[in-house]
């Protein structure tokens, strides 16, 4: 009963968004949310980065020691939101401290 109650309350919102004065705010919202932006993008380090992540998997899976295997991977992704372009220097110490949490 609950559920159909939150249904018809879902579907009058849905109704009462589609009788807004500004109809072009929604097409202009979602047009934002579904954007892509190609310039962002770096494929190599996007390699790099599946690769740090997915190597220590495998290997662990291969090994039949699953466990430690995915423990690295999820360093390895934790270290992955960390990379950049910048000296090594300044990227070393940044990755050794996002490592370290």
Do not use: C
């Not at 466990?67 to 220097?89: C, E, F, K, M, N």
């Amino acid at each position: 009963m609950r559920q159909r109650q939150k249904i018809q309350e879902v579907l009058r919102e849905l109704e009462q968004a589609q009788t807004a004065p500004h109809p072009g705010a929604w097409r202009a919202y979602w047009r934002k949310v579904t954007h892509f932006d190609h310039g962002k993008m770096e494929p190599w380090m996007a390699l790099r980065n599946a690769l740090g992540v997915t190597l220590p998997l495998a290997a662990g899976v291969a090994l039949g020691m699953p466990r430690p295997g995915l423990a690295i991977a999820t360093g390895a992704l934790q270290v992955a939101y960390s990379d950049g372009h910048d000296p090594y220097r300044r990227r070393f110490k940044r990755m050794l401290g996002s490592s370290v949490l």
